[in-house]
């Protein structure tokens, strides 16, 4: 409840990552201003802040198999085998292999790498797997498409609006076709 001022001599470095440094600097005023005035904040500097954001898109394919995997992994036996040996299957860190390929000839480099994991994966992985599987799929390693962060309120507790743009270079889209 106190509010308090504080002076940088030199340089400030924001790091609220890559969601929310754009949105601390647009709360502070530096920014488009077609951005952010619209939500009453004063622009202190124009650039374009939020411009640019570069993420990797991943298709991610799910297989369901009769095979034991890591669904279903967390029993009072392997934790058990974890704590007395460290080792089982409560090691896994899920990713449990990946490659680097260039999928069409011409490419100075890999383009896709893939992830290999020995469960499916659901919902940003959010959501548990319905039974045994794997996971296979290609990402973008250096993706082409650009998106954006932008202010969905004009407070710093709120989700930023994100744009993510992905598979809207043609160079993208043949490089996940081809990985996938």
């Known amino acids: ?20 440094s754009p949105v601390l600097l ?10 952010i005035e619209p939500f009453g904040i004063a622009v202190r500097r124009e650039l374009p802040v939020g ?14 198999t009769d095979e034991p995997g890591l669904f279903g992994i967390f ?29 069409r000839s ?10 290999f ?14 039974d045994n599987g ?3 799929g290609p990402v973008i390693i250096k993706p082409t498409s650009r998106g954006k962060v932008g202010l969905r309120t004009p407070m710093a507790d709120s989700k930023p609006t994100v744009r993510c743009n992905f598979l809207t270079t043609e160079e993208d889209r043949a490089s996940i076709l081809a990985g996938v």
């Open 1 to 20: 409840g106190v509010r308090e001022t504080v002076r940088a001599e030199r340089e400030v470095i924001v790091s609220g990552g890559t969601y929310q």
């Open 26 to 35: 647009m709360l502070s005023g530096i920014g488009l201003a077609e951005e």
């Open 51 to 64: 411009r640019n954001l570069q993420d990797h898109c991943m298709v991610n394919v799910n297989y369901l």
């Open 75 to 103: 029993t009072p036996e392997n934790f058990a085998l974890l704590e007395s040996e460290g080792r089982g299957p409560l090691t896994s860190n899920y990713p449990e292999a990946g490659g680097y390929f260039t999928t």
């Open 106 to 115: 011409g490419l100075p480099a890999p383009d896709v790498e893939f992830h």
């Open 117 to 130: 994991a020995a469960a499916p994966f659901f919902d940003e992985g959010l959501s548990p797997p319905p």
């Open 134 to 136: 794997y996971a296979f």
